[in-house]
């Protein structure tokens, strides 16, 4: 048995029902997390966990005692195993990790863990880029992300594209995610790596769910299961976009924004949406934007499909 799984995104691939439906219910899943809802950091199982977590996801700068991870990880998976139960981490994020920290978090759970997989869901870049902005939208307007948004409740899709770009270093280096699974395939081995299809997965859940219980060596039936039917991320509609862009045109309006509670904030949201029957929100790419996504992922794109078999034209990426 594999002695930890690792579920890497992308983000907005079916990621939350993975992660709420299947993994954390899954009767051979022992899941580490990440939780959502979750008192803990990162939305890790417990304090422990992401305690121990810490230094081999997120803070790389800090020192690895692998004999003591090392430890801790077996006792934690000892009753586990016995039940014959697979442990399982999920953070979307990971999946566009730039390389050299990729890399760096895959050795050191190699090093504590020892045999692992890594499983990725893909999704075509330039739908992925569109449905990433709305859910950055809708996060920053409840939440505020000034990182990205600054103090902004509402900004353009081409500006915030132009922001990530920026502050990846290119536009090849932000999707970078067939660079990264050369990189999981290179140090694990091939056969370590799934890469699944965000189009699989609408064409046909069900199969979609039976490829990643194959994976992970669990039950197929039991994965479609917890898996059908569920969907939990409320999409963006046109008048919830409006309302953002409503806010952001007046001052006082984003004064009072800036100025409210996350709970305010949603509550306005809500309100707004119940008043308003509305379409779900719908962005696309502009030709010159479209192009330059080709030219930054096409290269990888060939490498997936030779070396994963991945049907990625029938799909319509670029290649």
């Known amino acids: 048995m594999t002695d930890l799984a690792l579920h890497v995104g992308m983000s907005k691939t079916g990621t939350s029902t ?8 899954h009767s051979q899943v022992f899941y580490l997390g990440k939780y959502v809802p979750s008192k803990t950091p990162k939305g890790c199982r417990t304090e422990e966990v992401y305690q121990w977590l810490q230094p081999l996801l997120w803070d790389l700068k800090a020192e690895v005692d692998v004999d003591t991870h090392r430890q801790f ?9 016995a039940q014959q139960q697979i442990p399982v981490c999920s ?11 990729f890399s760096q ?23 992925w880029i569109t449905s990433s902005y709305l859910q950055e939208l809708q996060g920053n307007f409840t939440k505020r992300k000034p990182q990205t948004f600054g103090r902004n409740a509402y900004i353009g899709l081409e500006d915030w594209i132009e922001l990530h770009v920026a502050k990846r270093g290119g536009l090849g280096q932000w999707l970078n995610y067939a660079a990264n699974i050369r990189i999981a395939s290179e140090l694990l081995g091939r056969d ?13 859940a069900d199969n979609f769910y039976r490829d990643v219980a194959n994976f992970l060596g669990i039950d197929a039936e039991q994965c479609v299961e917890l898996a059908r039917g569920y969907h939990y991320n ?6 919830d976009v409006a309302h953002m862009q409503s806010v952001q045109a007046s001052l006082p309006g984003r004064m009072r924004w800036l100025l409210s509670s996350q709970t305010a904030r949603r509550k306005r949201m809500a309100e707004n949406s119940a008043t308003r029957v509305s379409t779900p929100a719908r962005m696309q790419l502009d030709a010159a934007w479209v192009d330059k996504v080709a030219d930054a992922t096409r290269e990888g794109h060939q490498y997936l499909s030779e070396a994963f078999q991945l049907n990625l034209r029938g799909r319509g990426y670029p290649l």
């Open 234 to 239: 409320k999409r963006l509609t046109e008048a």
């Open 105 to 127: 978090r895959l050795e050191r759970l190699q090093r504590v863990c020892g045999d692992i997989k890594v499983q990725f869901t893909l999704r075509n870049p330039a739908s």
């Open 91 to 101: 953070w979307e994020a990971l999946a566009l990790s730039p390389g050299g920290l």
């Open 73 to 81: 990880f077996n006792s934690l998976r000892a009753e586990h195993v």
């Open 192 to 204: 370590k790596v799934a890469v699944l299809l965000f189009e699989d997965l609408v064409a046909d």
């Open 18 to 25: 993975l992660q709420r439906a299947l993994f954390r219910n």
